[in-house]
């Protein structure tokens, strides 16, 4: 009943605002729905164009084509892996090392925080980390995927933020009480951070489901340990190759395209983390805000 007592410039600002918000919308959605629906067509057809909200001749050729690779559920199986165990574990031990920078006792906090940020400007590159990674023994095994990921100094920086404007008499009563500082992050403090947890997990979540280059490096003569990512990637780049071979074995009708190809692997990279996030939703936004408020 409210919105009857609002001036005539409020109703035309509310209208405004909603209109830009239906844009804006539209702009960032239409993209995906366009390659999904690039993707459902048939490959020769879509090239015509005029392709805009509905496939105009349906076909998953694309995604037969894609589905058929040697290897894929494999693949498919280890990206899932590194993705619940690299984000599990990543979450964890950035939360571990907040809750520590967090607290004001800790000797020098001042310097390994700076020393932890530091890192998000200058790396050592990309040969020495190699070489590193390489000492330590983690070529070719699955630990190379886990392990070197294990803090992310950004999400860090959230968390420990987080952390910082927790009311302080929690973790003093419960050290009253004769618990030890592991004691107070699992019990207390880790489950009051939850909101910004996800943030972490989001943040984690994809680094760890797109990532392709570290297979690519350490693990290139194993073929059990790549990614997804990284066989959908090798399928791109030899498109144009099968797309003149299928042509000569399957006939025009069933010719495939590297667009038809592009947009296939675009819509099942992205879908598992578009299907994962609302599930996160209400938990990001609290979570980023809360975890930014003081630097």
């Known amino acids: 009943m409210t919105i009857w007592k609002e001036s005539l410039s409020d109703k035309m600002f509310n209208i405004i ?3 830009l918000m239906l844009i804006l919308s539209f702009v960032m959605l239409y993209p995906f729905w366009y390659l999904m629906v690039f993707s459902l067509n048939d490959p020769m057809d879509a090239l015509r164009g005029g392709i805009y909200f509905w496939p105009r001749q349906f076909s998953l050729v694309a995604y037969q084509q894609v589905w058929t690779t ?13 993705t619940v165990i690299g984000t ?7 939360a571990m090392l907040s809750y520590v920078l967090s607290r004001e006792h800790l000797a020098f906090r001042k310097f390994f925080n700076r020393l932890f940020i530091t890192t998000m400007y200058v790396s050592g590159g990309l040969i020495p980390w190699f070489l590193t990674l390489n000492a330590f023994g983690f070529g070719n095994t699955f630990r190379v995927y886990i392990i070197p990921a294990l803090v992310a100094v950004f999400s860090m920086i959230l968390i420990r933020t987080f952390m910082q404007e927790l009311p302080s008499t929690l973790p003093e009563s419960a050290e009253v009480d004769g618990a030890n500082d592991f004691v107070i992050f699992m019990r207390i403090v880790l489950p009051l951070c939850t909101p910004v947890l996800a943030v972490a997990a989001i943040f984690a979540a994809v680094g760890q489901w797109n990532a392709w280059f570290d297979a690519a490096v350490f693990n290139a003569t194993r073929h059990d340990l790549r990614p997804l990512q990284l066989i959908l990637m090798g399928m791109l780049r030899n498109a144009v190759i099968r797309t003149s071979r299928d042509v000569d074995v399957t006939g025009a009708r069933h010719i495939l395209t590297p667009e038809s190809v592009r947009a296939a692997i675009t819509m099942i990279v992205t879908l598992p983390i578009v299907a994962i996030y609302p599930f996160f939703q209400r938990y990001f ?7 930014s408020v003081k630097g």
């Open 17 to 19: 605002v909603v209109f």
């Open 70 to 82: 040697h290897n894929l559920g494999r693949a498919a199986f280890i990206s899932v892996s590194r």
């Open 88 to 94: 599990t574990a990543t979450v964890f031990c950035t």
């Open 285 to 291: 936004t609290q979570g980023i805000m809360l975890g």
